[in-house]
T-cell receptor
Framework: GDSVTQMEGPVTLSEEAFLTINCTYT??????LFWYVQYPGEGLQLLLK?????DKGSNKGFEATYRKETTSFHLEKGSVQVSDSAVYFC????????????FGKGTKLTVNP | GAGVSQSPSNKVTEKGKDVELRCDPI?????LYWYRQSLGQGLEFLIY????????KSGLPSDRFSAERTGGSVSTLTIQRTQQEDSAVYLC???????????FGSGTRLTVV
């Protein structure tokens, strides 16, 4: 079945460091891909998305490019802030039918001042 | 409403009791999803509603779990004869026609003692 594998955490960085969280997926067809973020004490929020190959999703300085050839959707940010501390989930949306979401296990990011 | 509302936010119950969890989706969102977030298990899909019908119940872990949706709006997830392994955060999400752009509620944290 469809699945998502993402880099296990926790990840600890200093402010202004470069961030990469790796994500690869297995899916039949052409899923849509998302990154969701869960800040401490808050619910899941959509961070960015890409719906087809070579699309780049971006938001709040974060970027991810849908790479069909490597089945990847790595999350990057050039300069992280303390406020970026959260758990990040790589997610795919299955094709056809329910369009249900399949989540990676999440990567906890802590950014220190 | 402005967002997806879930109640209660926290529920502690004794093993063997039944519980009901409620989700009030965004007005006009036809698709509604239940997920479970457990430590060590990540986020698991439980059930999908399109309107009042549930074409995908594949994630319900046992026949102790059931869900219904009425009026194309509010949904209730019922767990009968709760077990300790049911302890988790139960999340509800809604979207328009299942086209992506899912909005998640803040979840119900269920603790079975």
């Amino acid at each position: 079945g469809d699945s998502v594998t993402q880099m296990e955490g926790p990840v600890t960085l200093s402010e202004e460091a470069f961030l990469t969280i790796n994500c690869t997926y297995t899916a039949t067809g052409y899923p849509s891909l998302f990154w969701y973020v869960q800040y401490p004490g808050e619910g899941l929020q959509l961070l960015l998305k890409a719906t087809k190959a070579d699309d780049k999703g971006s938001n709040k300085g974060f970027e991810a490019t849908y790479r069909k050839e490597t089945t990847s959707f790595h999350l990057e940010k050039g300069s992280v802030q303390v406020s970026d501390s959260a758990v990040y989930f790589c997610v795919l949306s299955t094709q056809g039918g329910s369009e249900k979401l399949v989540f990676g296990k999440g990567t906890k990011l802590t950014v220190n001042p | 409403g402005a967002g997806v509302s879930q109640s209660p936010s926290n529920k502690v119950t004794e093993k063997g009791k039944d519980v009901e969890l409620r989700c009030d989706p965004i007005s006009g969102h036809t698709a509604l999803y239940w997920y479970r977030q457990s430590l060590g298990q990540g986020l698991e899909f439980l059930i999908y509603f399109q309107g009042n019908s549930a074409p995908d119940k594949s994630g319900l872990p046992s026949d102790r779990f059931s869900a219904e949706r009425t009026g194309g709006s509010v949904s209730t997830l019922t767990i009968q004869r709760t077990q300790q392994e049911d302890s988790a955060v139960y999340l509800c999400a809604s979207s328009f026609e299942g086209l992506g752009g899912y909005t998640f509620g803040s979840g119900t944290r269920l603790t079975v003692v």
